[in-house]
């Protein structure tokens, strides 16, 4: 059984010498860390999509600044008064001006006379007031609170952390029976005796929020600082001659970047929920001003007869918390991929 | 330990003192009088009432009666309920209140427990993802939200519980159901992380290489060592109870701390606010302590590293 093998000279021949070398190279580029995390959070769609829908919400909430004035947010309209959802063009009972009252669907719009080219996209308040407006401004409110908290987060919280892992000994020992007292009190009474001394609103929930919101960031920064100080990175900083502030904002801050996002997201929800926490029991912002928290306290002495004015804030509230909450724990496997499962 | 324990307590002295020391002063600070008709009264009518209150004696004076009083269990006299002293005010509504924060602590870790460990037994499965989503959702939506609707829903449409008002147990169902949300879902959160590490671990193997049934490995052997965490847990879910009892106990209408502590803020009745603020401080530094020692107690690999701190 002798079988003759046809070969070819052309079988011979060397292959390209580029290609011989390809064979041993790995594909991939070489990610930095910002990229990878950001690879890693991609590829989690409830964090990305949380991550646009909250985009999303702060281009509407801050962009309707140029829309939306105050004066027309408070002016109130009587003969608009609790009128439901009205998009034009949609037929579904309950977006078509149809509220129901005592188990039928009835035009509120035409039983109140609305001229016919008159719509409200989400209803109006007791007073006439679009809700939407008032959704899209209470949002506002609850993100400028966010950026706050966030603020506050990143300036007390990093910087006390650092300093007392830094400095340790004594001066970390005073700092952290400060941290301590601090939270050990709970943070609502905080809130609540700051509210009593400033005058209820914005400025005294943003005080109450600078005080008691920072101590958990310092906390984990410190511990982080404790163990990146025995480095060798820094003690070759250190031994060059380094001033610590350069230490710290050149090697430490970046190292401890990815702990500084996952735990701002974190204290953001805390946030947004606290604000709405105190206006809904009336603590907080007040009539004329308005937040989600307002909205839903207004929505809610109603709630049985006009559902929607409750459901809509609450469904907005609902949202930009479950987008911070996915987004953060997006952000934790992202940045920390051992941390997840 | 015995060291460790004494260090412990004069913190928390201190950390009291502290807070009675700021929470008077600020109250000092704060604007309104408590006389609700002040512009009627005579000065002669207002001077009466500032020494009936003592409110005529120079602050310092004010602030050691005030300390001293509190030694002894004295929080001082109610502006807005005429007579009555604040210490009988928060001791007859404490009742609802504990019961209530009890209720719902037993309520959320339980569940959140079971709900946890199950979603951890069938990981990566459609039960898994249900319960990743169903503990999000209740860790975003605030519980004042979820009390209104289920008092709409369940109380006043479907009839199942007493709309509001306080009786019997039927009364504190929906309460603590919506107060309980929040440690619910942290919970499910952390019992499902611990127990997936548990899960993969050498014993576990073991266990199940004895011919264990899954029950078995489960409880006793994968439960247990990821419960013990869960102990740190219960300072910040009693933070949340106490805030969370403000709004539901004003929603049900529950005759409770919470409920008070909201009325005496919109009143400016400064010694009911003080009293509930210690009230609220004094549990919460107590529950921190507590758990760091029953912490060192149900896990000694813990105490070292809390000595050495």
Not at chain 1, 57 to 81: E, T
Not at chain 1, 209 to 219: K, L, V
Not at chain 2, 123 to 145: A, E, H, M, Q, Y
Request: hydrophobic fraction near 50%; glycine fraction near 8%; charge should be positive.
């Amino acid at each position: 059984m002798e079988e003759k093998i046809k070969l070819s000279p052309d079988s011979f021949e060397a292959l390209p010498k580029a290609e011989e070398l390809d064979n041993e190279k790995i594909a991939a580029p070489s990610l930095t860390f910002v990229q990878d995390a950001w690879r890693r959070l991609k590829m989690n769609k409830g964090a990305f999509i949380s991550l646009w829908i909250i985009v999303l919400m702060i281009v509407v909430a801050f962009g309707s600044s140029f829309f939306i004035d105050h004066a027309s947010l408070v002016k109130s309209a009587p003969n608009y008064a609790n009128l439901p959802a009205k998009i034009p063009g949609v037929p579904i009972n309950g977006f078509n001006g149809k509220l129901k009252v005592s188990g039928e669907w009835v035009d509120e719009y035409k039983q109140n006379n609305i001229p016919s080219g008159k719509y409200f996209v989400l209803g109006t308040d007791y007073l006439g007031r679009s809700l939407a407006e008032r959704i899209i401004y209470g949002t506002k409110v609850s993100l400028i609170v966010a950026l706050v908290a966030t603020f506050f987060d990143l300036t007390i919280g990093v910087a006390y952390g650092i300093i007392s892992g830094w400095k340790g000994g004594r001066v970390d020992n005073v700092m952290q029976r400060i941290i301590e007292i601090i939270s050990s009190v709970p943070s609502l009474v905080i809130v609540v005796l700051m509210l009593l001394v400033l005058k209820p609103g914005m400025t005294s929930i943003i005080a109450a929020i600078a005080i008691s919101s920072w101590t958990t960031m310092a906390r984990m920064i410190r511990a982080e600082t404790l163990q990146l100080k025995s480095q060798e990175y820094v003690l070759a900083a250190r031994s060059l001659g380094e001033s610590a502030p350069k230490i710290a904002w050149k090697h430490l801050v970046p190292n401890l970047s990815s702990i500084i996002i996952i735990q701002t997201m974190y204290t953001i929800p805390t946030a947004i929920f606290f604000e709405a926490f105190l206006s809904f029991i009336g603590i907080g912002i007040s009539a004329p001003e308005t937040s989600l928290g307002v909205l839903l306290n207004d929505g809610q002495k109603n709630f049985q007869f006009l559902p929607y004015q409750m459901w809509y804030p609450a469904i907005v509230l609902c949202v930009l918390m479950i987008a911070f909450n996915l987004l953060g724990d997006g952000l934790r496997d992202a940045f920390d991929p051992k941390t997840r499962r | 330990m015995r060291k460790y324990l004494l260090k412990r307590v004069f913190y928390m002295l201190l950390t009291l003192f502290l807070v009675a020391t700021i929470t008077f002063f600020l109250m000092k600070l704060m604007p309104g009088t408590p006389y609700s008709n002040q512009e009627k009264m005579t000065p002669q009518q207002i001077k009466i009432m500032n020494e009936q209150y003592g409110l005529n004696k120079p602050v310092w004076l004010q602030y050691l009666i005030y300390l001293g009083g509190m030694l002894h269990g004295d929080l001082g006299t109610s502006f807005q309920y005429s007579n009555q002293p604040v210490s009988y005010l928060i001791s007859s509504r404490i009742g609802a209140s504990a019961q209530l924060g009890l209720q719902a602590m037993i309520f959320g870790v339980l569940v959140g427990i079971i709900i946890g460990s199950f979603a951890a037994i069938n990981r990566n499965t459609w039960i898994d993802t249900l319960c990743t989503v169903l503990s999000i959702i209740g860790k975003s939506v605030p519980n004042f939200v979820l009390a209104v609707l289920l008092q709409f829903y369940i109380a006043l449409k479907l009839g199942w519980f007493p709309i509001a008002d306080w009786g019997g147990f039927s009364y504190t169902v929906l309460p603590t159901i919506a107060l309980g949300v929040g440690p619910l879902a942290e919970t499910a959160r952390f019992i499902r992380t611990g127990m997936v590490d548990v899960l993969s671990s050498d014993y576990i193997e073991l266990a199940r290489a004895k011919g264990l049934t899954k029950f078995g490995i489960v409880y006793h052997h994968a439960l247990r060592n990821s419960l013990i965490p869960l102990v740190t847990l219960i300072g910040p879910y009693t933070v949340a109870l106490m805030t969370g009892s403000m709004v539901i106990e004003n929603i049900f209408s529950i005759p409770g701390i919470g409920e008070q502590f909201v009325k005496s803020i919109t009143t400016n009745d400064y010694p009911t606010i003080m009293g509930v603020t210690m009230l609220f401080s004094a549990g919460l530094v107590v529950v921190i302590l507590l758990t760091d020692i029953v912490y060192g107690i149900i896990d000694p690999r813990i105490r070292l590293s809390g000595n050495g701190d």
